[in-house]
């Protein structure tokens, strides 16, 4: 998706932390807390690294630049849809 990839995946106490590449040009880390991933993905359906990649995918698509480290959450900002977006595109990633 976008020449995104997950490198790393942990699991910590309230959801996530990936270290995923981008076109293998910069790596950024992402936090994906259990509350995000339960709003993007109810009854669990895909892996949280595809929600994970669906939100970098979502940055990448309004051409915002992303941070080095960022919360998944932080997508919200690019409008009152974007959860809609991230949706969209962790269906795509199915």
């Known amino acids: 998706m976008h020449g995104i990839d997950v490198i790393e995946e942990h699991e ?3 959801g996530w932390v990936f ?3 981008i076109a293998q040009t910069c790596e950024v880390e992402v ?3 259990w509350v ?6 109810p009854g669990g359906t895909a892996a949280p ?6 939100v970098l995918a979502c940055f990448l698509a309004h051409g915002v630049t ?5 919360d998944a ?3 919200r900002r690019l409008g009152d849809r974007a959860d809609d977006h991230v949706m969209k595109a962790i ?3 199915e």
């Open 91 to 93: 269906a795509a990633y």
């Open 19 to 21: 270290r995923c590449s």
């Open 12 to 14: 910590v106490d309230r």
């Open 66 to 70: 992303v941070p080095e480290s960022m």
């Open 49 to 54: 690294r595809a929600v994970a990649e669906a």
């Open 73 to 75: 959450g932080r997508v």
């Open 36 to 41: 995000d991933y339960n709003r993007w993905c």
């Open 31 to 33: 936090t994906l807390s």
